[in-house]
């Protein structure tokens, strides 16, 4: 199977170095600043039959392949919010096509949905002259866009999923480091419902790529920005400094982000445990603080060596310290007693990745390589005291992850698309050691993982309402696991296809639809296999389980999209040896409980949602979603079908002269999922700003009005467990932004491509 792979892959390979007869050039505004995403029909002459289709780079350029070379063609160009621009041409380069801004459109508010381009598997939108990120934080534009919206805890989706990866001018980053960009700064934002074949198999997600705009003549641009939060019954809770500079000297182009941010994480819990076999009961209450002190340097640098060869790099340092206390009080058998678990931890991450490119013709061939390595240190101690007990008990535990990943990428014309071929090899170390464990004692767990993968996909339009993308991916995980002597094998290959289909049905008004398969193949971090037991509590610690089979996962979604404002979707997987977390009672201890991973049989989830995307007014914006879900799970033991769920939310964003703000409600009803019984959650957040100074300052507020937290009863066959979530949500927080510019505002180019894997570690800030 694998050496017919190759062959395959390698004849598609040779057929895409053959030789095509294509038409090329480059799409710019006024200020010969590339225009990406803008549309190109191409048409043959007298009778003007549509040839082929496509869409430009983020360079601005374009490559599509033609028959009947000896005949004249119509190049037909359109980008929302500029001019129609249409020539006649021949085969060979069309040279530069210049876009004018369409004044109409730019001085009236502008609909989102109109400057949306579709794409096979999901669309672009260009934010160029649109003052809708104007006072919001990234998180907050993002969450106008359609099929993306954030959870009860603020957190990204799209269509309900977490994204896979979201980018920031091809940097892979985390939504902490995503909440520290001004919406202002966009230009665009790229959403592809599923990773496609390019990224990791394991990938289940969408894909969120987001580009900065740039200067145009050189020089330096950036902000800075303080901000102080306060909680409305606990007072002070944190401040935070970031800022970002990008600039550009010559052929060097620079771009750096740096945050230092320190806030207070706090939970209250009320616990009621009930112990089955011998009716009783225990009733505790816990106090979670924590001051966390998180810092991070983000530097991208990219140089170009001539007009054809391009070398970018890219660090990162991370480092995050938080001291959190639980302070828990319980009663049991009519006697009064009480703990404290002090869990001091540090992380450190470092990142170093090197990206070259080079652009080997005009018709759009090119070659990428990226590599990427990552080392990640976690040190954990846990110290706990008790009345039960007459000495304090320790465990120390040290962490450390090292990941490299190399990626070629070549990609050409081919017929009337474009075909992308591939290698990805990433390699995974990891060592934990643990001494002076609490009991029940941890283990120590070695780790080796490798992913290599071959791919290839081919994208294109088979009419001009029909674009489609295909892509094939082979992949192996291979893990090595020892624990305390004990070794645990496992190897799996697999194939993984990706299908995405789009027709326009109507494309003035705005009517399409998607359709889109993907399977994947699931990875296993290091979290879900360490076997050393994490304590929340004394009475509850999460520990992974080593035995664990990747799990694979096949995923079919249909999008319709309706004037570009209303979005239905339909959403079905299905998981073969899904992975679910049980709650058992500790064999040793049967007043401790532990929550710890396992494989059941199989998963399916099916997914529902309504978007309505609507401006009321001039200065008024809204979106309307409500998504309904069904889960089901046979764990071998149990089987739960068609659990159901729903959640409605209502984003509103106002815009007036130089102030404005946001105002955001979500219900999340109750809902029963597994073994767990979930109460409702209502939220009630916005934002206000205003802005100084001709707009290079800005006052905000972001704030949390009302919040009602979970509780969540747990039923197993030895025990329930009541969860009562009574943690005080509700604070306001208060920012000054300074924007600054100078020089001669040079264009900066993007930086380096960050292609790490992510998901054997925590994710900044997540």
């Given at each position: 199977m694998k050496k017919l792979l190759l062959s395959v892959l390698f004849i598609v390979f040779c057929v895409g170095l053959s030789f095509s007869q294509s038409i090329s050039g480059k799409v710019t505004d006024e200020k010969n600043e590339a225009i990406p995403y803008a549309n190109i029909i191409i048409s043959s002459l007298p009778d003007s039959t549509y040839a082929v289709g496509g869409v430009t780079k983020d360079d601005g350029t374009f490559n599509l392949n033609v028959e009947n070379a000896d005949g004249d063609f119509l190049l037909s160009v359109s980008f929302i919010g500029y001019n129609d621009v249409a020539k006649t041409c021949k085969v060979g380069d069309a040279g530069t096509i210049i876009l004018k801004e369409n004044q109409e459109v730019l001085d009236e508010v502008v609909v989102m949905g109109k400057r949306i381009e579709h794409k096979a598997n999901g669309y672009s939108i260009n934010l160029k002259n649109d003052k809708i990120g104007e006072g919001k934080q990234a998180p907050e534009l993002l969450s106008f866009l359609p099929g993306v919206n954030l959870d009860e805890n603020n957190a990204i989706k799209i269509l309900s999923k977490s994204p896979y990866a979201i980018y920031l001018n091809n940097v892979e980053i985390s939504e902490n480091e995503l909440k520290a960009i001004p919406a202002s700064q966009i230009e665009s934002v790229d959403v592809d419902y599923m990773a496609g074949m390019k990224e990791s198999a394991n990938a289940k997600g969408g894909i969120i790529r987001i580009k900065l705009k740039k200067e145009i003549d050189g020089g330096y641009s950036g902000h800075l920005r303080g901000s102080v939060s306060d909680n409305f019954y606990s007072g002070y809770n944190g401040g935070a400094v970031d800022n970002s500079f990008s600039a550009r000297y010559g052929k060097l182009s620079i771009y750096n982000s740096i945050l230092y941010d320190r806030s207070k994480l706090y939970s209250d819990y009320q616990n009621d445990h009930f112990f089955k076999d011998r009716h009783e009961y225990i009733y505790s209450y816990e106090e979670y603080r924590n001051w966390s002190n998180s810092f991070y340097d983000r530097l991208n640098l990219t140089?170009?060596?001539?007009?054809?060869?391009?070398?970018?790099?890219?660090?990162?340092?991370?480092?995050?310290?938080?001291?959190?206390?639980?302070?828990?009080?319980?009663?049991?058998?009519?006697?009064?007693?009480?703990?404290?678990?002090?869990?001091?931890?540090?992380?450190?991450?470092?990142?170093?990745?090197?990206?070259?490119?080079?652009?080997?013709?005009?018709?759009?061939?090119?070659?990428?390589?990226?590599a990427d390595y990552l080392r990640n240190n976690v040190k954990l101690?846990?110290?706990?005291?008790?009345?039960?007990?007459?000495?304090?008990?320790?465990?120390?535990t040290s962490q450390h992850t090292d990941m490299f990943r190399m990626k070629p990428v070549f990609t050409t014309p081919l017929a009337k698309g474009e075909l992308s071929i591939g290698g990805d090899m990433q390699y995974i170390r990891y060592r934990d050691e643990l001494t002076n464990a609490m009991e029940p004692q941890g283990r120590n767990t070695k780790m080796d993982g490798y992913q290599p993968a071959l791919f290839a996909g081919y994208s294109g339009a088979a009419s001009e309402k029909l674009y489609y993308e295909l892509g094939l991916r082979f992949q192996g995980s291979i893990m090595d696991v020892k624990t305390e002597g004990?070794?645990?094998?496992?190897?799996?290959?697999?194939?993984?296809?990706?299908?995405?289909?789009?027709?326009?049905?109507?494309?003035?008004?705005?009517?399409?639809?998607?359709?889109?398969?993907?399977?994947?193949?699931?990875?296993?971090?290091?979290?879900?296999?360490?076997?050393?037991?994490?304590?929340?509590?004394?009475?509850?610690?999460?520990?992974?389980?080593?035995?664990?089979?990747?799990?694979?996962?096949?995923?079919?979604?249909?999008?319709?999209?309706?004037?570009?404002?209303?979005?239905?979707?339909?959403?079905?997987?299905?998981?073969?040896?899904?992975?679910?977390?049980?709650?058992?009672?500790?064999?040793?201890?049967?007043?401790?409980?532990?929550?710890?991973?396992?494989?059941?049989?199989?998963?399916?989830?099916?997914?529902?949602?309504?978007?309505?995307?609507?401006?009321?007014?001039?200065?008024?914006?809204?979106?309307?979603?409500?998504?309904?879900?069904?889960?089901?799970?046979?764990?071998?033991?149990?089987?739960?079908?068609?659990?159901?769920?729903?959640?409605?939310?209502?984003?509103?964003?106002?815009?007036?002269?130089?102030?404005?703000?946001?105002?955001?409600?979500?219900?999340?009803?109750?809902?029963?999922y597994l073994n767990e019984s979930w109460k409702y959650v209502f939220n009630v957040s916005g934002s206000a700003y205003k802005t100084l100074v001709k707009k290079k300052l800005e006052l905000r507020a972001n704030f949390t009005l009302y919040r009602h937290e979970r509780t969540i009863t747990t039923d197993t066959p030895v025990y329930t467990l009541r969860a009562n979530n009574q943690t005080k949500s509700e604070y306001a927080k208060l920012s000054l932004i300074w924007f600054f510019n100078g020089g001669k505002n040079v264009q900066a180019k993007e930086g380096a491509q960050s292609i790490q894997e992510y998901q054997v570690y925590e994710k900044i800030g997540n």
């Amino acid at each position: 199977m694998k050496k017919l792979l190759l062959s395959v892959l390698f004849i598609v390979f040779c057929v895409g170095l053959s030789f095509s007869q294509s038409i090329s050039g480059k799409v710019t505004d006024e200020k010969n600043e590339a225009i990406p995403y803008a549309n190109i029909i191409i048409s043959s002459l007298p009778d003007s039959t549509y040839a082929v289709g496509g869409v430009t780079k983020d360079d601005g350029t374009f490559n599509l392949n033609v028959e009947n070379a000896d005949g004249d063609f119509l190049l037909s160009v359109s980008f929302i919010g500029y001019n129609d621009v249409a020539k006649t041409c021949k085969v060979g380069d069309a040279g530069t096509i210049i876009l004018k801004e369409n004044q109409e459109v730019l001085d009236e508010v502008v609909v989102m949905g109109k400057r949306i381009e579709h794409k096979a598997n999901g669309y672009s939108i260009n934010l160029k002259n649109d003052k809708i990120g104007e006072g919001k934080q990234a998180p907050e534009l993002l969450s106008f866009l359609p099929g993306v919206n954030l959870d009860e805890n603020n957190a990204i989706k799209i269509l309900s999923k977490s994204p896979y990866a979201i980018y920031l001018n091809n940097v892979e980053i985390s939504e902490n480091e995503l909440k520290a960009i001004p919406a202002s700064q966009i230009e665009s934002v790229d959403v592809d419902y599923m990773a496609g074949m390019k990224e990791s198999a394991n990938a289940k997600g969408g894909i969120i790529r987001i580009k900065l705009k740039k200067e145009i003549d050189g020089g330096y641009s950036g902000h800075l920005r303080g901000s102080v939060s306060d909680n409305f019954y606990s007072g002070y809770n944190g401040g935070a400094v970031d800022n970002s500079f990008s600039a550009r000297y010559g052929k060097l182009s620079i771009y750096n982000s740096i945050l230092y941010d320190r806030s207070k994480l706090y939970s209250d819990y009320q616990n009621d445990h009930f112990f089955k076999d011998r009716h009783e009961y225990i009733y505790s209450y816990e106090e979670y603080r924590n001051w966390s002190n998180s810092f991070y340097d983000r530097l991208n640098l990219t140089y170009d060596i001539s007009d054809k060869h391009s070398l970018g790099v890219s660090g990162l340092y991370y480092t995050n310290k938080q001291k959190p206390h639980t302070n828990t009080s319980y009663e049991k058998q009519d006697t009064e007693q009480s703990s404290s678990l002090y869990s001091p931890n540090r992380n450190d991450m470092y990142q170093a990745v090197l990206n070259y490119t080079w652009d080997m013709n005009k018709e759009g061939r090119k070659l990428d390589f990226t590599a990427d390595y990552l080392r990640n240190n976690v040190k954990l101690d846990q110290e706990q005291t008790s009345t039960e007990i007459s000495e304090e008990e320790t465990s120390h535990t040290s962490q450390h992850t090292d990941m490299f990943r190399m990626k070629p990428v070549f990609t050409t014309p081919l017929a009337k698309g474009e075909l992308s071929i591939g290698g990805d090899m990433q390699y995974i170390r990891y060592r934990d050691e643990l001494t002076n464990a609490m009991e029940p004692q941890g283990r120590n767990t070695k780790m080796d993982g490798y992913q290599p993968a071959l791919f290839a996909g081919y994208s294109g339009a088979a009419s001009e309402k029909l674009y489609y993308e295909l892509g094939l991916r082979f992949q192996g995980s291979i893990m090595d696991v020892k624990t305390e002597g004990v070794n645990n094998n496992n190897e799996d290959w697999g194939l993984c296809p990706t299908v995405s289909l789009m027709y326009m049905i109507n494309p003035e008004k705005g009517h399409l639809v998607n359709l889109q398969y993907n399977r994947s193949l699931e990875y296993l971090p290091y979290s879900v296999i360490s076997t050393y037991k994490n304590y929340s509590s004394p009475q509850s610690y999460t520990v992974g389980n080593p035995n664990l089979t990747p799990p694979t996962n096949n995923t079919v979604t249909a999008i319709l999209n309706l004037f570009n404002q209303l979005t239905l979707s339909a959403y079905y997987s299905y998981d073969s040896n899904p992975i679910y977390y049980a709650t058992e009672v500790d064999a040793e201890n049967s007043d401790v409980s532990y929550t710890i991973p396992r494989n059941g049989k199989s998963q399916s989830f099916t997914l529902f949602s309504l978007e309505w995307r609507t401006n009321p007014f001039k200065w008024w914006q809204a979106k309307a979603s409500a998504y309904y879900r069904l889960q089901s799970l046979n764990t071998g033991i149990y089987n739960y079908n068609n659990q159901s769920s729903y959640t409605l939310s209502l984003n509103n964003n106002f815009k007036f002269s130089g102030f404005g703000g946001t105002l955001n409600m979500l219900y999340d009803p109750a809902m029963t999922y597994l073994n767990e019984s979930w109460k409702y959650v209502f939220n009630v957040s916005g934002s206000a700003y205003k802005t100084l100074v001709k707009k290079k300052l800005e006052l905000r507020a972001n704030f949390t009005l009302y919040r009602h937290e979970r509780t969540i009863t747990t039923d197993t066959p030895v025990y329930t467990l009541r969860a009562n979530n009574q943690t005080k949500s509700e604070y306001a927080k208060l920012s000054l932004i300074w924007f600054f510019n100078g020089g001669k505002n040079v264009q900066a180019k993007e930086g380096a491509q960050s292609i790490q894997e992510y998901q054997v570690y925590e994710k900044i800030g997540n």
